[in-house]
Every structure is written in structure tokens, then in C-alpha cells.
């Protein structure tokens, strides 16, 4: 069990998400960063889908009440276990009355705190993720606060320590040219894949938003909402693109000039607010290799944990 004393930042329990259930108006939630998150599994011999403890850019701080491998991917952390330094993607066992702090987020957004096994939430519609707009699923429909105790499946057993490499962060982002790419002016063309677009500090779960210039159309056109996905890069009256990340509504009526690469998502997640973004174009090939990238990485965390 996880006994939580203090949070400082929004921090939830998510997994990979919630999937079959759009055309009923639910969306998937789950991890911002699903690489991170597997990655994180993965280290502790977990199932890739396991739940953990999702924590953006602030501070938690949490006793374990039994002993409990864990580790930290994602964003990289100031964190201590009783005073001793903890490093991002390193496995560690905490033993029972130990207490984790998370001071902040050094670099990057979003931090995983993965422990053996996972936490032991109810599924809900096939996941343990936190809907908070929906307030169901996770820890009770909501983000964690002091006094939350979080049990987990941890049978105690140590694990010896070990690390990987961590997952490069990159300001450059591929995407690939969308539906309604056709509606925007070639100005607007050379401005998406051109500019650095700045991420705006009203960014959230739901939408990223940027600014940087505005992207006019060429045709005006009334449009029907349709399906949206993490990762639509959809564009309002203002021009200013706005991408749909995880906890996204289901439909959306704003045209799609673009959408992020599958494989880069996480990466995407972890930008700063005030950062800069660079889009790169790719096709569907150069996307499917990027996303066997990603597997060659988890390959090889999965070769290290069975040591």
C-alpha cells in the first residue's frame, strides 16, 4: 500500500487507457506518456498496462506501507527515498515505512511512479485509469490527495537495482499531414512545418495549445462533428493549432490540418509550457518506423529485466 502525505501537483492513477467505448461518448483517458509508462512496467517485470501513479511537473510525497519495488520514468525527478537520491528510470525496493518524496520535476511534464505489480484499483470499462472530466475510474474519479491510501498488487519481493536509459525528450515532433490539410492556404502549410510553435500555459490533459501565427484556409466550410483522436492537431477561427491529447472529448468540429505520429505523442507530452515545438512531416512508413523504434527500446528493457 501506498499511503499518501502529501500532493503538491495533480497526480492521478492511469494506465494505457480506455479503449471500445468512444462511440458511447467515453473517452480513453490514460497516460499522457504511454512509452514512459511501459517503459516503466517493463522494468519491474509488470504487465505493459499496469497502473501507476501519474505526477505533473509539482511534488508528492508518499510512505510505503510494505516493502515494494518501484521506479520513475518520464519527466526526470528531484525525488529521495528517506533522504537517499532517486533516479529516474532506475529500479529501487523501498521497505515498509520508507517514504518517497518528489520534490519537482527537473526536466520534462509528466512523471510515472510505477511499483511491483501496479496499483490495485477497480477496473472500470476494462481500465483502471482516472476519467477526471467523467469522475470515475482510478482512485475514486479523481486526483489523489493527503490521507489517499493506494494498495497495490506487490507481493514484497526485492528486486535488485538496476537502470536503463532514459527516453530522449525532443522539441521535434512529426506529424503527418491530416483530412482537411487541403482547406489551409499553402502560406499556412509552410508556417505549420516552419514556425516553433509555443506551448500556451492553458495547456491541460484535454488539448495542447500553441501560438505562433495564425494558420488561415482557403475555403471556409461548414463541418459536421467527427471523430478525434489523441493526437488531432485541430485548428479553431483563431489559427492557432490546438492538439487533442489524452483526456479528449470523442468528436470535434474544428478542420484537421495534421496529426501527431503515434510514436511521438509521449514526447509531446513531456514539452514544457513555454516551449517551443517543431513539427517535422512524415508519412505513414516513416511513422510505422518510429513507432519499431519505440519496440526496439522496450525490447531491449525487457531483455534487462530478465537478468
Same mark, same amino acid.
Given at each position: ?12 492513477? +492511469? ?29 519491474l517485470?509488470n ?7 501519474e505526477?505533473?511537473l ?5 510512505v510505503?506501507a ?10 526526470a525527478?528531484?525525488a ?14 523501498a ?6 518524496r518528489?520534490?519537482?520535476a527537473? +526536466? ?20 483502471r ?5 467523467a ?17 497495490? *498488487?506487490s ?13 530522449a525528450?525532443?522539441?521535434r ?12 492556404s +499553402? ?19 484535454m488539448?495542447?495549445? *500553441?501560438?505562433?501565427? !495564425? ?12 471523430a478525434v483522436q489523441f493526437?488531432?492537431? +485541430? ?9 487533442l ?15 501527431v505520429?503515434?510514436?511521438d ?8 509550457? !513555454? ?6 512531416a ?7 518506423r518510429l513507432l ?7 525490447n531491449?528493457?525487457r ?5
Open positions: 500500500m501506498l499511503v499518501i502525505k502529501q500532493a503538491a501537483a495533480p497526480a492521478a492513477v +492511469q494506465d494505457l487507457g480506455r479503449y471500445g467505448h468512444r462511440s458511447s461518448g467515453i473517452g480513453h483517458a490514460g497516460a499522457m506518456d504511454t512509452l514512459a509508462l511501459r517503459a516503466g512496467n517493463l522494468l517485470g504487465g505493459e498496462n499496469a497502473a501507476a501513479v505526477i505533473a509539482g511534488g508528492l510525497t508518499l510505503f510494505r516493502d515494494t519495488a518501484f521506479c520513475l520514468t518520464g519527466a525527478y528531484e529521495d527515498l528517506d533522504g537517499r537520491a532517486v533516479y529516474s528510470y532506475w529500479r529501487y525496493t521497505r515498509a515505512g520508507q517514504t518517497l518528489l520534490v519537482r527537473v +526536466q520534462g511534464m509528466y512523471a510515472y511512479l510505477c511499483v511491483q505489480g501496479g496499483i490495485d484499483v477497480p477496473e472500470v470499462l476494462g481500465s485509469s482516472t476519467d477526471l472530466k469522475a470515475f475510474g482510478g482512485f475514486h474519479g479523481r486526483s489523489l490527495a493527503a490521507g489517499d491510501e493506494l494498495p497495490t *498488487f507481493d514484497g519481493r526485492s528486486l535488485p537495482e538496476t537502470g536503463i536509459a532514459p527516453i525528450l525532443t522539441n515532433i512529426h506529424a503527418l499531414p491530416s483530412s482537411e490539410y487541403h482547406l489551409f +499553402q502560406k499556412a502549410h509552410y508556417r505549420f512545418w516552419q514556425n516553433g510553435w509555443t506551448l500556451q500555459s492553458d495547456s491541460n490533459r488539448g495542447y495549445r *500553441f501560438g505562433g501565427g !495564425g494558420l488561415e484556409r482557403v475555403q471556409e466550410a461548414e463541418m459536421l462533428s467527427h493526437g488531432t492537431v +485541430q485548428v479553431p477561427p483563431s489559427g492557432q493549432p490546438i492538439i491529447m489524452a483526456d479528449t472529448q470523442t468528436t470535434g468540429g474544428y478542420p484537421k490540418i495534421a496529426a505520429a503515434q510514436a505523442l509521449g514526447r509531446l507530452a513531456q514539452i514544457r509550457f !513555454g516551449s517551443k515545438v517543431y513539427f517535422q512524415a508519412d505513414a512508413a516513416q511513422a510505422a519499431r523504434r519505440n519496440e526496439a527500446y522496450l531491449q528493457i531483455r534487462i529485466a530478465a537478468v
